[in-house]
């Protein structure tokens, strides 16, 4: 089975400009969670998105939003960006199979590196 | 609100020596207890969980952790290191009144010397 895929791994974008990352989960994974990884602030969740709507959601500015679509692909995106969303971007999928007091493990993609100059 | 403390930033070791990573975590609800490794240039790769049950989890790799519920603590450990191991880990705990998302700890260099 495939792992979850990142596309593009590498970017280099400007100030102001706006970038979208797309996140492939494995197959019959419904929930996909979003990291940024920087060298200061370390791992921090972004938002989870599961049956195509947002259910949690970090402590990031607005500039920051994703959606998923029916085949439970997911998109972030960041508009007016800033030096410091410099990041690596993970996202991470799980079955998220139901139940209160069950949990499915997250299964992370290889990331998106997002250079702003 | 959660947070997660990983007690030391780098942790230098030679081969074929123990080695212990700490992790102390703090909730005031019932947590699950994770421990991720990361390969330079690649995502993060799950080494062991806590959901319930028996408090020692073994994980791949031969790593194994503690669950400590009074300590608040799930520190990771392994007998004898390997080069390969040299990586950076990361501690994590997630909510199980938030699901699919993950509290990380600031991570621990892992340098295995030979």
């Known amino acids: 089975k495939a792992g979850v895929t990142q596309t593009p791994r590498y970017l280099i974008k400007t100030r102001g400009q706006q970038v979208t990352l797309s996140c492939s989960p494995i197959?019959?994974?419904?929930?996909v969670s979003w990291y940024q990884q920087t060298p200061g602030q370390g791992l921090q969740f972004l938002f989870e998105?599961?049956?195509?709507?947002?259910?949690n959601k970090g402590n990031f500015p607005g500039r920051f939003s994703g959606r998923q679509f029916s085949n439970s692909r997911s998109e972030m995106n960041v508009s007016t960006l800033e030096l410091g969303d410099s990041a690596l971007y993970l996202c991470?999928?799980?079955?998220?199979?139901?139940?209160?007091?069950?949990?499915?493990?997250?299964?992370f993609g290889p990331g998106t590196r997002l250079t702003v100059l | 609100a959660q947070s997660v403390t990983q007690l030391d930033s780098q942790v230098p070791v030679f081969e074929e020596a123990p080695v212990e990573l700490r992790c102390n975590y703090s909730?005031?609800?019932?947590?699950?207890l994770f421990w991720y490794v990361q390969y330079p240039n690649q995502g993060l790769q799950l080494l062991l969980k806590?959901?319930?049950?028996?408090?020692l989890v073994k994980g791949i790799n031969g790593f194994e952790a503690e669950f400590n519920k009074s300590q608040t603590s799930f520190h990771l450990r392994k007998p004898s290191v390997h080069i390969s191991d040299t990586a950076e880990y990361f501690c994590?705990?997630?909510?199980?009144?938030?699901?699919?998302?993950?509290?990380f700890g600031q991570g621990t260099i892992l340098t295995v010397h030979p």
């Open positions: 991470a999928s799980s079955l998220r199979s139901g139940g209160s007091r069950s949990y499915n493990e997250q299964f």
């Open positions: 197959s019959g994974h419904r929930s």
């Open positions: 998105y599961f049956s195509e709507t947002q259910r």
């Open positions: 994590a705990v997630n909510l199980d009144t938030s699901y699919g998302k993950l509290t």
């Open positions: 806590y959901l319930s049950g028996s408090t």
């Open positions: 909730s005031s609800v019932s947590v699950y």
